[in-house]
């Protein structure tokens, strides 16, 4: 019945009267408001795209080409200047345990005129993403390349020229070897492509076991139009390649030559291959199918220097 203050819901909880209650005078309307578009996935934080941008922006930068370049560690370091790298400087931490490597580091840093500089350890932990630096590390410079002009005029000033040209060689040990196989047998210079290619690296300095100070590197834009350059100069273009039909022993090395190596695994580029005098292959027995670039480039070069012994 009406007016039964006994029936379920008829009395208030609070005690209240029926009529207008107070209000919050509009401080609660920010809080009705709308709140705008969603914003991109990339930037809302609990996202899985916010999280892996987040994660590729902590990734290492990759070391641009004609870049400084520190060496850490401190076999690393004594291999670079036991090998006659040009470094620049030679930063040591405070407080670094000595031992022989260390001594010697400094020691030969000293005598060839390079700056020793002592370092706070913690300037050494923001030149590598891992710390791994051993309390010692060596600057390098960029390596000053030639313009594949000079190179070839220089090798045709002193004839007979012999130079090496790398196609698809992307391992700096490979250059490096290369490059201390072109000064065992005589060679003028190496010529590499100025992308897709191992540069002059501390790691090529090593492996040519200072010969890359002795030997000059030049670098073209386009190697395929250089080697017609060179070949419109009267220079003959051999290929090496696994697949090549001309036997090594059959090159005629009298004249000025250039040797285009090729990778293991890619060999010459197409159009690299179709613009070479002769492509030349090594013979082989047993099971072996191919040497490693740096060995078949050796062999061609041994050929060439023998022949020219005569």
């Not at 007016?3 to 509009?26: E, L």
């Amino acid at each position: 019945m009406a007016g039964n203050s006994k029936r379920r819901g008829a009395v208030r909880k609070d005690g209240s009267k029926k009529g207008p209650t107070v209000g919050s005078g509009g401080q609660g309307r920010r809080g009705l408001e709308g709140r705008g578009a969603t914003p991109p996935a990339h930037e809302r934080p609990y996202h899985p795209a916010a999280k892996r941008l987040k994660s590729q922006q902590r990734r290492p930068v990759k070391r641009k080409e004609d870049e400084v370049e520190t060496v850490l560690g401190r076999n690393p370091v004594l291999e670079c200047l036991r090998a006659g790298v040009p470094a620049t400087a030679l930063y040591v931490a405070l407080g670094a345990q000595a031992d022989e490597r260390l001594t010697e580091s400094v020691t030969r840093a000293a005598d060839t005129g390079i700056a020793i500089l002592e370092v706070p350890r913690t300037d050494l932990d923001r030149m590598t993403t891992n710390g791994l630096h051993q309390g010692i590390a060596l600057q390098v410079p960029p390596y000053n390349y030639l313009h594949p002009d000079e190179l070839l005029q220089a090798a045709l000033d002193t004839p007979p020229a012999l130079l090496v040209a790398l196609d698809n060689i992307s391992d700096p040990r490979n250059l490096g070897a290369i490059v201390r196989s072109v000064a065992a047998f005589g060679g003028h210079g190496v010529l590499i492509p100025q992308r897709r290619s191992a540069s002059v690296t501390a790691v090529a300095w090593r492996t040519s076991a200072g010969a890359a100070a002795r030997i000059p590197i030049a670098r073209a834009t386009n190697l395929n139009r250089t080697l017609k350059d060179w070949a419109d100069r009267g220079v003959q273009i051999v290929g090496l390649d696994a697949d090549g039909d001309t036997l090594v022993d059959d090159v005629d090395g009298a004249g000025p030559v250039v040797v285009v190596v090729g990778s293991e695994g890619k060999g010459l580029s197409r159009l690299v291959r179709q613009n070479c005098d002769a492509v030349v292959s090594i013979p082989m027995s047993g099971p072996t199918e191919s040497l490693n670039a740096s060995v078949a480039a050796g062999v061609v070069l041994a050929e060439i220097a023998r022949q020219r012994r005569r």
